[in-house]
């Protein structure tokens, strides 16, 4: 008994002395991040003349007790960052004093920074430097443009916005700007109907992009996720960039104290320009603009009210002309001449508001409210009509009447009319959590969303095949015109859904990880509940032997620095409200949730090549689909069968390497082999008959993709500059429009272009040298010229159809935009 009140007595006493020592220190702390105000986990910081040593945790949050009435220096240091030093002041007793510490990223090059390796073991993860994406030579005017370079992305047409990923479609593919979930357009057909994309390049902060695997946290998609960030300025900046093709212009600011923080951005885009280079010819008035703003109000140190708002107009007005397409072989050519009457209207308006209140409890828990609302008002108007003419072409190379039309072939008339309308309108509220515990990061959601869809549609297609009228006829004797549809529809529903994940270091020394979450997911059109879990881990198996070599206790080793990842989980895809609509225009009530489940291994690794930073990636995935929607692809138009009736799968791999080629300058090049079949079941043929179900390529079945983006510059003169996009994609499936996706075994030609760029800076942004007015006020300046489509190939989008007097069909194919030269101009205040 007398030793256990001893040992209480010695325990207390201690406890004593170590509160008394506490109070005669001072305590010392804060946050280090990055330029872009990340937080950067594991700094290794050092204080003198004390010695104590520790690091920065996932927050970028460091504390220390310090001794006070003595100065003190501060030494931080990170691989791949020039490390800092700092002094402070002495310090008094029971002193607290925030030092928050920005650390930049060590190496920087002329054209693009190399690439954070905050997020490298997230799988499939990409980071992408925003500020830069504005030098590529861009036709659509769109961000997404530099997603098409990255393994496992692929499109086929560069008016368009929209990609694939990983054998998934537009609507497979998540957006996310500052949290909120962003939609694209119901109606466009067309890339040159899209306008512009919501993403204002010239406003983003961080961008992330995962191809596949990813966390619980992101929503119900099958295929990737873009998670965008807007800035937070902290003080007055102004951008303007003005080409042929529309200019693109922002302003961000500041208050003194840096509580109230803003962002005002402007697009205009006409692509008339380059859409004059298509075989059909007419009247092309394209007209896209829009407006959008973030508000930040940093209420207190732990509260932010923020505020997002976008509106968009986008107008494409079109009167046809003529049209002449040559198509075929180099022994059986054939030339289509159309002349058309009538024009086509497509426009719509969209307007986005959000609110998020942000509350950081300490800095290890951060709370979330957020509200959206997004409005759609979409309208197609259109009557054309054309009598069009199908004539042989000579092959003979010795006749004089070589590639002219040699005799004619069939003759015929048709009328494409539409009057179709949709409103929309998508209400969300809901909250995000966040709370770091030890080797723990839980994070977790829930949202409550409300859809209100309104859909006219009135559209019908009379053909007159060479020179005879084929009309159908119904069982009552009365005219049937062809593709007729007539209907109004409209749906009101409501989603619930929320996330819970957990991040756990399981050992430091090799740095493995593993992220487990599960997602919930319930609609009231069809009342399924759907329940996702997921689950990534990461470890690094050479990080004992790396930091040896990092230290110099091995001699003349070189560091093998491998990181090894891997992914599991399924992703539902809960209809929106394309997938429900049939090709009749019927609503389907049971229709299902399509499901992917992912299998994803692979790993990147750091390495010098040239005595310059060098990365490679490569992953393996398997996706096996289950419960999927059939559909067809015309241009970016995606019809859907509206059945789960069909399963599949899709796998391949993906390759990357990107680094200095040229010294200051960072390039890459990717590949991707992938395939997806899937097979249909219930499908018959045009008489009726069942088909017996066999695995057939899906729509975005695209073997190979490869894309090269390369910089380059004049020894002698660094401030001419040059970038190349190469991009090449194998043949797409495509087959006769019957509804039948077993005919569909045909490949359109492989999708090949060159983009190239040509700049010459007129004011570095790192320049030093101030000297007159313009230097002064201007932060950075460059004038370029861009060659869209160098090499002049002709890529196929799509077919139209035509018919001569015996039946028989021709697939004459939609050519995308030719060479065009457009002259550039960025200035940065």
């Given at each position: 008994m007398r030793n256990y009140i001893a040992c209480f007595l010695f325990g207390l006493t201690q406890l004593l002395i170590a509160?008394?020592?506490?109070?005669?220190?001072?305590?010392?702390?804060?946050?280090?991040?990055?330029?872009?105000?990340?937080?950067?986990?594991?700094?290794?910081?050092?204080?003198?003349?004390?010695?104590?040593?520790?690091?920065?945790?996932?927050?970028?949050?460091?504390?220390?007790?310090?001794?006070?009435?003595?100065?003190?220096?501060?030494?931080?240091?990170?691989?791949?960052?020039?490390?800092?030093?700092?002094?402070?002041?002495?310090?008094?007793?029971?002193?607290?004093?925030?030092?928050?510490?920005?650390?930049e990223y060590g190496v920087s090059l002329r054209v693009f920074v190399v690439s954070e390796e905050k997020d490298r073991d997230k799988v499939s993860m990409y980071t992408i430097d925003p500020k830069k994406a504005s030098i590529l030579a861009n036709v659509s005017g769109s961000f997404e443009q530099i997603l098409k370079t990255l393994p496992g992305v692929s499109s086929n047409n560069e008016l368009s916005s929209q990609y694939n990923v990983r054998g998934g479609n537009y609507d497979e593919n998540l957006i996310y700007v500052n949290d909120i979930e962003i939609y694209r357009p119901f109606l466009p057909r067309s890339g040159q109907q899209e306008g512009l994309s919501f993403i204002h390049t010239e406003l983003v902060q961080n961008v992330k992009f995962s191809a596949g695997g990813f966390e619980a946290r992101y929503g119900d998609k099958m295929s990737s996720v873009l998670d965008i960030?807007?800035?937070?300025?902290?003080?007055?900046?102004?951008?303007?960039?003005?080409?042929?093709?529309?200019?693109?212009?922002?302003?961000?600011?500041?208050?003194?104290?840096?509580?109230?923080?803003?962002?005002?951005?402007?697009?205009?885009?006409?692509?008339?320009?380059?859409?004059?280079?298509?075989?059909?010819?007419?009247?092309?008035?394209?007209?896209?603009?829009?407006?959008?703003?973030?508000?930040?109000?940093?209420?207190?140190?732990?509260?932010?009210?923020?505020?997002?708002?976008?509106?968009?107009?986008?107008?494409?007005?079109?009167?046809?002309?003529?049209?002449?397409?040559?198509?075929?072989?180099?022994?059986?050519?054939?030339?289509?001449?159309?002349?058309?009457?009538?024009?086509d209207l497509m426009e719509y308006q969209t307007g986005m508001a959000a609110a998020t209140l942000d509350y950081k409890l300490n800095h290890k828990t951060q709370?979330?409210?957020?509200?959206?609302?997004?409005?759609?008002?979409?309208?197609?108007?259109?009557?054309?009509?054309?009598?069009?003419?199908?004539?042989?072409?000579?092959?003979?190379?010795?006749?004089?009447?070589?590639?002219?039309?040699?005799?004619?072939?069939?003759?015929?008339?048709?009328?494409?009319?539409?009057?179709?309308?949709?409103?929309?309108?998508?209400?969300?509220?809901?909250?995000?959590?966040?709370?770091?515990?030890?080797?723990?990061?839980?994070?977790?959601?829930?949202?409550?969303?409300?859809?209100?869809?309104?859909?006219?549609?009135?559209?019908?297609?009379?053909?007159?095949?060479?020179?005879?009228?084929?009309?159908?006829?119904?069982?009552?004797?009365?005219?049937?015109?062809?593709?007729?549809l007539s209907t109004r529809l409209r749906l009101e529903t409501y989603r619930l859904n929320?996330?819970?994940?957990?991040?756990?270091?399981?050992?430091?020394?090799?740095?493995?990880?593993?992220?487990?979450?599960?997602?919930?997911?319930?609609?009231?059109?069809?009342?399924?509940?759907?329940?996702?879990?997921?689950?990534?881990?990461?470890?690094?198996?050479?990080?004992?032997?790396?930091?040896?070599?990092?230290?110099?206790?091995?001699?003349?080793?070189?560091?093998?620095?491998?990181?090894?990842?891997?992914?599991?989980?399924?992703?539902?895809?809960?209809?929106?409200?394309?997938?429900?609509?049939?090709f009749d225009g019927v609503l389907n009530p049971t229709i299902k949730a399509q499901r992917a489940i992912h299998y994803v291994m692979g790993g990147d690794m750091n390495f010098v090549a040239w005595n310059r930073p060098f990365k490679f990636i490569g992953e393996l995935y398997y996706k096996q689909l289950d419960f999927l929607v059939p559909y067809e692809i015309d241009n970016v138009r995606i019809r859907y069968f509206a059945n789960n009736n069909s399963s599949g799968y899709a796998s391949g791999i993906d390759l990357r390497v990107n680094g200095e080629f040229v010294k200051g300058a960072e390039s890459w090049a990717s590949i991707s082999v992938m395939k997806t079949q899937e097979k249909i079941t219930d499908a018959v043929d045009a008489q009726g008959n069942a088909i017996t179900p066999s695995y057939i390529p899906r729509p975005t079945d695209q073997r190979v993709n490869f894309a090269i983006f390369f910089q380059d510059y004049l020894r002698k003169n660094p401030k001419l500059r040059m970038n190349l996009n190469l991009v090449y994609g194998s043949g797409l499936p495509f087959g006769v429009p019957d509804r039948n996706r077993y005919n569909d075994l045909n490949r359109i030609p492989s999708y090949r272009r060159v983009d190239l760029g040509i700049n010459r800076v007129i004011i570095e942004e790192d320049s030093k040298k101030r000297d007159n007015f313009w230097r002064k006020n201007i932060q950075s300046a460059w004038i370029g010229i861009e060659v869209f489509n160098l090499l002049g190939v002709n890529n196929t989008i799509s077919y139209i159809w035509i018919e001569d007097v015996t039946a028989a069909r021709y697939a004459v194919p939609n050519y995308l935009t030719n060479r065009r030269v457009n002259i550039k101009m960025q200035m940065r205040f």
């Open positions: 509160n008394v020592k506490a109070q005669d220190k001072a305590t010392l702390f804060g946050t280090i991040s990055d330029s872009l105000n990340r937080p950067i986990e594991d700094v290794n910081i050092q204080i003198f003349p004390s010695n104590a040593t520790g690091n920065s945790d996932k927050f970028g949050y460091y504390s220390f007790q310090v001794p006070t009435e003595t100065a003190l220096t501060l030494v931080f240091t990170y691989v791949g960052r020039p490390p800092r030093k700092i002094d402070v002041a002495p310090l008094q007793k029971g002193e607290k004093h925030k030092l928050d510490v920005k650390m960030k807007y800035k937070d300025p902290k003080k007055f900046g102004a951008s303007a960039t003005v080409s042929l093709l529309g200019l693109q212009t922002h302003v961000e600011g500041a208050s003194k104290d840096l509580r109230f923080t803003w962002l005002l951005g402007a697009r205009y885009w006409s692509n008339a320009y380059v859409l004059g280079t298509f075989d059909v010819q007419g009247d092309y008035q394209p007209k896209f603009y829009d407006v959008q703003t973030l508000l930040n109000w940093h209420l207190t140190d732990k509260l932010t009210l923020s505020a997002l708002g976008s509106f968009a107009s986008n107008k494409y007005y079109f009167v046809p002309q003529n049209r002449q397409t040559t198509f075929g072989t180099v022994n059986r050519a054939y030339q289509l001449n159309i002349f058309f009457e009538g024009a709370l979330k409210l957020i509200g959206s609302s997004f409005y759609s008002n979409e309208n197609e108007i259109f009557t054309v009509e054309g009598a069009y003419r199908l004539s042989d072409i000579e092959t003979d190379l010795g006749s004089d009447n070589f590639a002219r039309a040699r005799s004619l072939r069939g003759v015929g008339y048709f009328i494409n009319n539409a009057r179709n309308s949709v409103i929309a309108r998508v209400n969300n509220i809901g909250h995000r959590g966040f709370h770091s515990a030890g080797k723990n990061t839980l994070q977790w959601g829930a949202f409550v969303q409300t859809e209100a869809v309104n859909d006219k549609l009135h559209e019908w297609y009379y053909d007159d095949s060479a020179g005879f009228s084929r009309p159908k006829i119904d069982t009552s004797g009365n005219f049937e015109l062809s593709n007729y929320g996330y819970f994940q957990n991040t756990q270091l399981l050992n430091k020394s090799n740095n493995a990880s593993i992220t487990y979450g599960i997602r919930m997911n319930y609609w009231s059109f069809n009342q399924q509940t759907v329940v996702s879990p997921r689950a990534q881990f990461s470890f690094e198996p050479n990080k004992r032997y790396n930091r040896l070599v990092k230290e110099q206790k091995l001699d003349k080793k070189v560091r093998k620095d491998w990181l090894l990842k891997f992914a599991y989980g399924w992703y539902y895809q809960p209809p929106f409200y394309r997938e429900l609509r049939n």
